[in-house]
């Protein structure tokens, strides 16, 4: 559909990407959300891959043939990572249990395990087929507000998470979490991520027609903000809209767990949490093609070769820089890295990056990127704006988040939830 209205909004500030956000009312003609309090269907294993649709208009196995991420690693905060599942046998390497109750590999709501699975899954068993399946996930558990409630928890695992992931040898964090609280601490954890070279990735939040608040940490200046995007183009209805969203990724209609006890997927909106995964896969695929590169310029060829239909010098607040679209770099090699040193959220120059543990310099997107020799050993376990008027795509070219209060604040307060 063609936009009705367009205002463009500018809001001053130092970040030049952040500058000026373009904001749009469209009517939007078809939409597969799944209805609040409708119960999910469940789905065989076998009809999994047939709905990630996806991986089909992103050319996923056009890229495979060029790199499928490996030698890349993504620490993935969230419920916990099962690595047992048959489509992450032997990709889940060792993590951190931030909550202070149990260990990282026990979801204890499928949330974590699907995300992990959307990243970088085999699809063996009939499982869900991650973007980048060359890529070993890191696991870093934290507590949603229910567990929060349940348990005597950390009061500091999100903050925890975020410092053991920076300190990891994991190249982009994948946190697909969400919260209205800042803190300062947590702040401090994105920055400290930020001075060891990662990319960080969260989830913008599904908040949109219940206040459209600012969700951390994808709100904070140093973490890209990620909308859920359906098959048109468009971003969904519930997809967090504002200044904070940076770029939109697959998340309609997209298979996840049903629950805890890994028995069958269920087949509804993913949400931001799921475009949150797609886009650090798709952050994975150029990193391994580009082992020389920076995060600065794997984050600035995705926003270069975003698809959108405005000016490149505007943000649009629903799809930020755009549709993600690595397929336009890894098979057409379009692209600008540029400056190594600038982030392009913020044109500000990196701190310090001299302990960051960079990728080593190896090929560029024209040959395969070579194995994976580092040795790691995988884990064993038992508004009534509603849509953006950029449908151009993830056809064209191949194509959160949590902020803790201070320590013994009640944990009912934090309202702590995956996106």
């Given at each position: 559909?063609?936009?009705?209205?367009?205002q463009?909004?500018?809001?001053k500030?130092?970040?030049?990407?952040?500058?000026r956000v373009?904001?749009t009312?469209?009517v939007v003609?078809?939409?597969?959300?799944l209805v609040?309090g409708?119960?999910?269907a469940?789905m065989?294993?076998?009809?999994?891959?047939?709905?990630?649709w996806y991986?089909?208009?992103?050319?996923a196995?056009?890229?495979w043939?060029?790199t499928?991420?490996?030698?890349?690693?993504?620490?993935?905060?969230?419920?916990g990572?099962?690595p047992?599942?048959?489509s992450?046998?032997?990709?889940v390497?060792?993590?951190?249990d931030?909550t202070?109750?149990?260990?990282?590999?026990d979801?204890?709501?499928g949330?974590?395990?699907?995300?992990?699975?959307?990243?970088a899954g085999?699809g063996?068993?009939g499982g869900l087929?991650g973007?980048?399946p060359?890529?070993?996930i890191?696991p870093?558990?934290?507590?949603?507000?229910?567990f929060?409630n349940?348990?005597?928890v950390?009061?500091?695992d999100a903050v925890?998470?975020i410092?053991?992931a920076?300190?990891s040898?994991a190249?982009?964090?994948?946190?697909?979490?969400?919260s209205?609280?800042?803190s300062?601490?947590?702040?401090?954890?994105?920055?400290y991520?930020e001075?060891?070279?990662?990319?960080?990735?969260?989830?913008?939040?599904n908040n949109?027609?219940e206040?459209?608040?600012?969700?951390?940490?994808?709100?904070?200046?140093h973490v890209i903000g990620?909308?859920?995007a359906?098959?048109?183009?468009?971003v969904?209805?519930?997809?967090r809209?504002?200044g904070?969203?940076?770029i939109?990724?697959?998340?309609?209609d997209i298979?996840?767990?049903c629950n805890?006890?890994?028995?069958?997927?269920?087949?509804?909106?993913g949400?931001?949490s799921a475009?949150t995964?797609?886009?650090s896969a798709s952050?994975?695929?150029l990193w391994?093609?580009h082992r020389?590169?920076t995060?600065?310029?794997?984050?600035?060829v995705?926003?270069?070769?975003?698809?959108?239909?405005?000016?490149e010098?505007?943000?649009?607040s629903?799809?930020?820089n755009?549709l993600?679209?690595p397929g336009?770099?890894?098979?057409?090699?379009?692209?600008?890295?540029g400056?190594?040193?600038?982030?392009?959220?913020?044109?500000?120059k990196?701190?310090d990056?001299s302990?960051?543990?960079?990728?080593?310099?190896?090929?560029s997107?024209?040959a395969?990127?070579?194995?994976?020799?580092?040795g790691d050993k995988?884990?064993?376990?038992?508004?009534?704006?509603?849509a953006d008027?950029?449908n151009?795509?993830l056809?064209?070219?191949?194509?959160?988040?949590v902020?803790?209060l201070?320590?013994?604040?009640?944990a009912?307060v934090?309202r702590?939830?995956?996106?």
């Amino acid at each position: 559909m063609t936009a009705e209205a367009r205002q463009d909004v500018k809001t001053k500030g130092p970040h030049v990407v952040r500058r000026r956000v373009l904001g749009t009312l469209a009517v939007v003609g078809a939409w597969s959300v799944l209805v609040a309090g409708t119960a999910p269907a469940a789905m065989a294993a076998g009809d999994v891959r047939s709905k990630q649709w996806y991986l089909d208009v992103m050319r996923a196995e056009e890229m495979w043939e060029v790199t499928t991420g490996e030698g890349i690693k993504v620490a993935v905060i969230d419920t916990g990572v099962n690595p047992s599942t048959p489509s992450l046998k032997g990709q889940v390497l060792k993590g951190l249990d931030a909550t202070g109750i149990g260990k990282e590999t026990d979801d204890y709501k499928g949330h974590g395990t699907t995300m992990a699975e959307l990243i970088a899954g085999t699809g063996k068993g009939g499982g869900l087929q991650g973007l980048a399946p060359g890529v070993k996930i890191i696991p870093m558990r934290i507590s949603n507000t229910e567990f929060q409630n349940n348990n005597p928890v950390n009061g500091t695992d999100a903050v925890d998470a975020i410092r053991a992931a920076a300190d990891s040898d994991a190249q982009i964090i994948s946190m697909s979490f969400g919260s209205e609280y800042s803190s300062t601490d947590e702040r401090a954890a994105v920055k400290y991520a930020e001075s060891k070279g990662k990319l960080f990735f969260a989830s913008a939040g599904n908040n949109a027609k219940e206040g459209n608040k600012k969700e951390y940490p994808a709100a904070y200046p140093h973490v890209i903000g990620v909308a859920s995007a359906d098959k048109k183009g468009n971003v969904a209805d519930y997809s967090r809209y504002g200044g904070s969203v940076d770029i939109a990724s697959p998340g309609n209609d997209i298979p996840r767990w049903c629950n805890e006890k890994f028995q069958s997927y269920c087949y509804g909106d993913g949400g931001t949490s799921a475009a949150t995964a797609i886009a650090s896969a798709s952050a994975a695929l150029l990193w391994s093609a580009h082992r020389d590169w920076t995060a600065n310029q794997v984050l600035r060829v995705l926003f270069d070769t975003a698809s959108r239909t405005w000016k490149e010098s505007e943000r649009s607040s629903y799809l930020g820089n755009g549709l993600i679209r690595p397929g336009v770099n890894i098979l057409h090699g379009k692209g600008d890295p540029g400056d190594p040193d600038i982030n392009p959220l913020t044109d500000e120059k990196t701190p310090d990056l001299s302990g960051s543990p960079t990728p080593s310099p190896a090929s560029s997107a024209s040959a395969k990127a070579p194995d994976d020799k580092s040795g790691d050993k995988a884990v064993v376990a038992g508004s009534a704006e509603k849509a953006d008027d950029s449908n151009t795509g993830l056809i064209i070219g191949g194509v959160a988040v949590v902020a803790v209060l201070a320590a013994g604040t009640l944990a009912v307060v934090r309202r702590r939830r995956s996106a």
